[in-house]
């Protein structure tokens, strides 16, 4: 099956500093990425959609000047949690998708915790 | 917006046990429906789904779904549970054009051998 990576899979960083996580498909071309936020014993929250070469769709709530997205390739989408702070430690995991867009592939995840 | 409902939070089953974890949507008009399962330590996969046809979808390892429309309902189900099922499952939705996934706040199921 089509095979996400995510990188890295945890970091620590001091609050206010700036943390950039990779979401590459390793074997097959990602039209559409997606970005999601897991808080402990809860369900995953879609953050954004990303399509290739255009900007990011965020989801009502989510700070799009916190959260950049960035999807210049059709195998890479970053996502950089900018000036973080304690509150914004959490899971993240981003998922893939080709041309068949519910053909959605996930990726292992980031830990981020902000000290 | 949608909302996707899984009411069972924790289930604690022997082997061979049968299995029902139920998944309920709010969305109103065409839909595509998921079940993903997620292995300690492991990423999420997909189980099965639903976007037409047959309301009744069989999945890998034994899994099958029931859409039911009227109820907007798509429970998992598995007739006789393994250790091995030990996992926490999420059942999401999309609308027709699958832009976004609605994902419900999933249910850990632990098997005891």
């Known amino acids: 099956g089509a095979v996400v990576s995510q990188h890295p899979s945890w970091v620590i960083c001091k609050s206010g500093t700036s943390v950039k996580i990779e979401c590459r498909s390793l074997?097959?071309?990602?039209?559409?990425m997606f970005w999601y936020r897991q808080f402990p014993k809860q369900s995953l929250m879609l953050m954004a959609t990303?399509?290739?070469?255009?900007?990011?769709?965020?989801e009502q709530g989510v700070e799009k000047d916190k959260f950049l997205i960035n999807h210049a390739s059709l195998t890479l989408s970053t996502l950089t949690v900018t000036s973080a702070h304690p509150e914004d430690s959490s899971f993240y995991i981003c998922?893939?998708?080709?041309?068949?867009?519910?053909?959605?592939?996930f990726g292992p995840g980031t830990r981020l915790t902000v000290t | 917006a949608q909302s996707v409902s899984q009411h069972n939070h924790h289930v604690i089953l022997s082997e061979a046990a049968s299995l029902e974890l139920g998944c309920n949507y709010s969305y109103g008009g065409t839909v595509n429906l998921f079940w993903y399962v997620q292995y300690p330590g492991q990423h999420l996969q997909l189980l099965l789904k639903y976007f037409s046809g047959d309301p009744l979808v069989k999945g890998i390892k034994g899994f099958e779904a029931e859409f039911i429309k009227s109820k907007f309902s798509f429970n998992l189900r598995k007739p006789s549970v393994q250790w091995s099922d030990t996992a926490e499952y999420f059942c999401a939705v999309t609308q027709y054009n699958f832009n976004k996934f609605y994902f419900g706040s999933g249910t850990k199921l632990n098997v005891k051998p």
């Open positions: 074997d097959f071309q990602a039209t559409t």
């Open positions: 998922s893939a998708a080709g041309t068949a867009s519910y053909e959605q592939y």
């Open positions: 990303s399509n290739e070469g255009s900007k990011a769709t965020y």
